[in-house]
Structures are given as structure tokens and as C-alpha cells.
């Protein structure tokens, strides 16, 4: 029987049953303390279900499950190769998914809300740049605005154009260089009316 059940029956039985609870500091070295916590160390317990061993067990499963099915969709899609930004870490190597203290991703930007949003448009390429509309709006004008390339990509924001220059460091494939290269160009990446196409409204993002 369920121990809340015989809890239930026990204060049900007589109004005067009560249940008394006493603080006794395992320094004190008193026996019954001693019984009861060499019989909870001794137990071992072999759940029906696994999932409801514990909050965490059922934290880290749902998880895992989440990050399996997104690497399976994931690599499935052919556009992953041209709309995903792929950065490095600290080692110059791909970054993994991985969700534990919150992962490599968001102990750079989840501490500012805007610059979280900021990063994920620019790393999954939903960012109102050239190559964006030529995606989406193709009447609209996607070449860049100071220069001669003819389409504003990625790779010409992050190191060729002129307008982004706020931040010096060559590698800005790391992640962290890539923050830091956002947080100087606030406006890069960003659903903005840019003064460069006056005709653009972006009311309809």
C-alpha cells in the first residue's frame, strides 16, 4: 500500500493521532538514526519505469531524444549546407550539440535575450541580408549596397564589407569571434529598415 494511503488511514482512524518529527544530528550517533541510514544505503530499488526514476534521469532522456531526432532531420535537409552557419570552438573545431550547462552555444550570448535572437538569425540565415531576400523576396534588391559583389552573402559581411569593419579579429568562424564581431555590428544580421533601401519595409517579417 502506497505510504500516503496509510498515512491517510492512520490521521482518518482518531482525530488525536499526530506525528511527531525530531532533529537528530548524525554527530549525536543516535541508534535509530544510525538503523535507518544504514537501511536507506542499503537499499537498491528497481524501478518499473526508468523514465521515473528521477527529475533529472527524465531531463537527460528527453534531451538526448531531442538532440537524436535533430541531427537526424538535421542532416536529412539539403539546404543545412547553405543555411547553417557552422562555427568553431575554442580548439578550431565544429561545434557538437550539446545541451549540459548550456552547451558551447549559449554560455557566450544567453545572458542578453536580443543577442541571442541576433546570433540565431545569423546563424541559420533568417537574417534580412542579400542573400535572404533573394531567397524569399526576389523583386527586392540583394546585392551589396557599398561595393560590386552581387549578392550580400555571409562570408561577405563577415570579412569583406566595408560597412562591418568594427571588429578586427580574422577568425570570426569561432564562435566566440563571431559574438564579438555581432556585438560590434549590432546592426548586422538585424531586422532593421537599413537607410541603404529606402523602397525595403520589413513590416511584413
Avoid at 493521532?17 to 544510525?34: G, R, T
Avoid at 545541451?99 to 533568417?126: D, E, M
Avoid at 569561432?174 to 564581431?181: A, E, G, T, Y
Wanted: hydrophobic share 40%.
Amino acid at each position: 500500500m502506497d505510504i500516503l494511503e496509510e498515512l491517510h488511514h492512520f490521521f482518518s482512524r482518531n482525530s488525536s493521532n499526530s506525528i511527531e518529527f525530531w532533529e537528530s544530528p548524525s554527530h549525536l550517533n543516535w541508534y535509530l538514526h544510525k538503523a535507518v541510514n544504514h537501511k536507506l544505503k542499503s537499499f537498491n530499488s528497481t524501478p518499473i519505469f526508468l523514465c521515473k526514476t528521477s527529475w533529472n534521469f527524465s531531463s537527460k532522456s528527453e534531451c538526448d531524444n531531442i538532440l537524436c531526432n535533430w541531427k537526424i532531420t538535421f542532416q536529412a535537409l539539403d539546404s543545412k549546407r547553405n543555411h547553417f552557419l557552422n562555427l568553431l570552438d575554442v580548439n578550431f573545431n565544429f561545434i557538437k550539440l550539446f545541451y549540459a550547462k548550456g552547451g558551447p552555444w549559449l554560455q557566450l550570448f544567453g545572458h542578453s535575450n536580443s543577442l541571442c535572437v541576433h546570433v540565431t538569425r545569423a546563424i541559420t540565415n533568417h537574417a534580412p541580408i542579400g542573400e535572404y531576400r533573394l531567397r524569399f523576396f526576389p523583386r527586392e534588391e540583394f546585392k551589396c549596397p557599398y561595393g560590386l559583389y552581387p549578392i550580400e552573402l555571409w562570408r561577405h559581411i563577415l570579412y569583406n564589407c566595408r560597412r562591418f569593419n568594427s571588429y578586427w579579429n580574422p577568425r570570426r568562424d569561432s564562435l566566440s569571434h563571431f559574438v564579438r564581431f555581432l556585438e560590434a555590428n549590432p546592426n548586422t544580421f538585424a531586422f532593421i529598415d537599413f537607410p541603404y533601401f529606402p523602397s525595403v519595409s520589413w513590416s511584413y517579417i
